[in-house]
């Protein structure tokens, strides 16, 4: 599986929109690209996940660019409680393995 | 509702012991895992299993090991506990296509 870069940390004023941005140059054809959360200790979140096209649900929007190497989860305004950190991970055909890396810490202040 | 649970919830073990964790689901999903969380990392992943019978090992599997006897349950053992397994422990399932995973609230491990 591709291995993905993120920022450490972002921060982003409540009700603003979220951009957290990620890179997987090495990602392959049949590849996903998914977003996964977690919240200070608690279990991970699904949140959204893509191949290709623009996917947006009642959670975020993931934008990923044409030549697939990188990708941008949106969150469109933001609150207090979207404060965790946000994984970005891509994901082949075989098996539902997760690969997670170290992801970003989003703090979303008042 | 379906959900995925875990217990203990928080557990204090001995260095050379057997410990083993629950994780039962409701979902009905034939894909489950078992990840280990440590203090300022992301989730690593010890064993899965695709279905009844079936486990395979991850990426950290030494020292773990899993059983499938029914859909619903996969029990991790640590056959002699170390220190270096004192962590947060989650398990998670997922359906066929593995398009989410749902994960379970943790169990806190720490071994003296």
């Known amino acids: 599986d591709a291995k993905t870069t993120q920022p450490t940390s972002m921060d982003c004023a409540e009700g603003r929109a979220a951009n957290l941005p990620c890179n997987h140059s090495?990602?392959?054809?049949?590849?996903?690209v998914y977003w996964y959360r977690q919240i200070h200790s608690q279990g991970p979140q699904y949140i959204i996940h893509?191949?290709?096209n623009n996917e947006t649900n009642e959670m975020a929007s993931l934008i990923i660019t044409e030549d697939r190497k990188s990708s941008t989860l949106i969150l469109p305004h933001a609150t207090l409680r979207d404060t965790a950190v946000y994984y970005c991970?891509?994901?082949?055909?075989?098996?539902?393995?997760?690969?997670f890396g170290q992801g970003t810490e989003l703090s979303v202040k008042p | 509702d379906a959900e995925i649970t875990q217990s203990p919830r928080h557990k204090i073990t001995e260095t050379g012991r057997q410990v083993t964790l629950a994780c039962h689901q409701t979902?009905?999903?034939?894909?489950m895992f078992w990840y280990r969380q440590d203090l300022g990392h992301g989730l690593r992943l010890i064993h899965y299993?695709?279905?009844?019978?079936?486990?395979n090992k991850g990426e950290v599997s030494d020292g773990y090991s899993v059983s499938r006897s029914n859909t619903e349950d996969l029990p991790l053992t640590l056959e002699s506990a170390a220190s270096s397994q004192t962590s947060v422990y989650f398990c998670?399932?997922?359906?066929?296509?593995?398009?989410?995973?749902?994960f379970g609230p943790g169990t806190r491990l720490t071994v003296l």
């Open positions: 991970i891509v994901r082949g055909n075989q098996g539902g393995k997760l690969i």
């Open positions: 090495t990602i392959s054809g049949n590849e996903y």
């Open positions: 893509g191949l290709k």
């Open positions: 979902w009905n999903h034939n894909n």
């Open positions: 299993s695709y279905g009844v019978h079936d486990t």
């Open positions: 998670a399932s997922a359906g066929q296509g593995f398009s989410e995973q749902f």
